[in-house]
């Protein structure tokens, strides 16, 4: 039987800020760091389901509007002042500079950062194929006795629609 060569060029890091994707980055970076692989960080701004059925009662132009007018606010109120688009990729760009600070063993190159909307599972499958990434790494929320049933919807979703091969990290159990 003869193995297939792997060549691990370009890995995408899908991170929705939580504490499983902070762990799931170490593993990005070792495998980055084994392979000689480029990252690309990815933080998809999630839509929400209603905002589909919204939108088809309203003009798309009166929809914007709204949205517009209450993002701000609504943000604000959610997940704090700094989570614009490009404070957010400011964020990420400095969670990375800082982790190759303190990796002096390590050595990694990101890519890209980016921050898109959408649905998460669908745009993180769809910009691996765009980047034309060989691996993801991201992880899961699954914990307890829901995760044997469940890994993640979106890690799932992933798992099961994605072409290349996926690397779900939970975090190791405490205690």
Not at 9 to 19: M, W
Not at 60 to 80: C, F, H, M, V
């Amino acid at each position: 039987m003869k193995l297939s060569n792997i060549q691990i060029k370009k890995i995408l890091y899908a991170t929705d800020l939580s504490e499983s994707a902070v762990h799931a980055f170490s593993y990005a970076i070792s495998l980055a760091n084994m392979y000689g692989a480029g990252i690309t960080i990815l933080h998809v701004l999630t839509e929400f389901p209603e905002e589909r059925f919204i939108s088809s009662m309203i003009p798309p132009s009166t929809w914007k509007a709204i949205k517009e007018q209450n993002y701000s606010k609504a943000r604000d109120e959610l997940i704090g002042k700094k989570r614009e688009p490009a404070a957010l990729k400011d964020v990420l760009q400095a969670f990375s500079e800082e982790v190759k600070a303190n990796s002096k063993d390590q050595s990694f190159a990101t890519d890209e950062i980016l921050i898109k909307g959408g649905a998460p599972a669908e745009t993180i499958v769809q910009t691996a194929k765009e980047r034309d990434c060989d691996l993801i790494v991201m992880g899961t929320r699954g914990q307890g006795i829901l995760a044997k049933v469940l890994m993640g919807s979106t890690a799932k979703w992933v798992v099961q629609h994605c072409p290349i091969p996926v690397l779900v990290i939970r975090l190791p159990q405490s205690g």
